[in-house]
Antibody
Framework: EVQLVESGGGLVKPGGSVRLSCAASGFTFTSYSMRWVRQAPGKGPEWVSSINADSFFMYYADSVKGRFTVSRDNANNLLFLQMNSLRAEDTGVYYC????????????WGQGAQVTVSS | NFMLTQPHSVSESPGKTVTISCTRTSGTIASNYVQWYRRRPGGAPTIVIYEDDQRPSGVPDRFSGSIDSSSNSASLTISGLKTEDEADYFCQSYDDNDHGVFGGGTKLTVL
């Protein structure tokens, strides 16, 4: 069974940092590119970042470019999102999702990790 | 860049049919595939339609997707509504850089 479990969220002050992790299981992690998607309160989801299977390609939404860094540890089936210089507008639930090429879709998602940026 | 516009909420009775729209604000809806996801309260999003009208195994055939070039929109139709269908539904497509673009989500109430 495919499982994605996020961790590392919490309350952080503006300008602070937090590192999210996503533990993957139930599939061959090294065969899939991965995504981070966030959802702010009362808003629709927003794509945040993409990383391909071998970490050769990484992409970011303009809203987080230069502040967030995506990475992965294929040996341990882990996906990360390092979030620096956090702002109030970064508050939301952060989901990791698997991208399935054959469907052109995010076929599995985690339950999400809450990140709240507030003083 | 374009946006995907969805109604904030829809409601319908059990056993009836409901259609949720997703309108692309610029460019053509057929340019990039549209997916639909469901998120029940407290749950992880799950995919219900991919590539405009394809249904993953395990998703009931009560769920169907379509696109309409004349209105530049995609639609998710759920027939034979059940109370378990109550959830948030959001559409998703891709921009020219193949990065995800999401709709604002529609809260479906089955009452």
């Amino acid at each position: 069974e495919v499982q994605l479990v996020e961790s590392g969220g919490g309350l952080v002050k503006p300008g602070g940092s937090v590192r999210l992790s996503c533990a993957a299981s139930g599939f061959t992690f090294t065969s899939y590119s991965m995504r981070w998607v966030r959802q702010a309160p009362g808003k629709g989801p927003e794509w945040v970042s993409s990383i391909n299977a071998d970490s050769f390609f990484m992409y970011y939404a303009d809203s987080v470019k230069g502040r967030f860094t995506v990475s992965r540890d294929n040996a341990n089936n882990l996906l990360f999102l390092q979030m620096n210089s956090l702002r109030a507008e970064d508050t939301g639930v952060y989901y990791c999702a698997r991208y399935y090429d054959s469907w052109s879709a995010y076929d599995y998602w985690g339950q999400g990790a809450q990140v709240t940026v507030s003083s | 860049n374009f946006m995907l516009t969805q109604p904030h909420s829809v409601s319908e009775s059990p056993g009836k049919t409901v259609t949720i729209s997703c309108t692309r604000t610029s460019g053509t809806i057929a340019s990039n595939y549209v997916q639909w996801y469901r998120r029940r309260p407290g749950g992880a999003p799950t995919i219900v339609i991919y590539e405009d009208d394809q249904r993953p195994s395990g998703v009931p055939d009560r769920f169907s997707g379509s696109i309409d070039s004349s209105s530049n929109s995609a639609s998710l139709t759920i027939s034979g509504l059940k109370t378990e269908d109550e959830a948030d539904y959001f559409c998703q497509s891709y921009d020219d850089n193949d990065h995800g673009v999401f709709g604002g989500g529609t809260k479906l109430t089955v009452l």
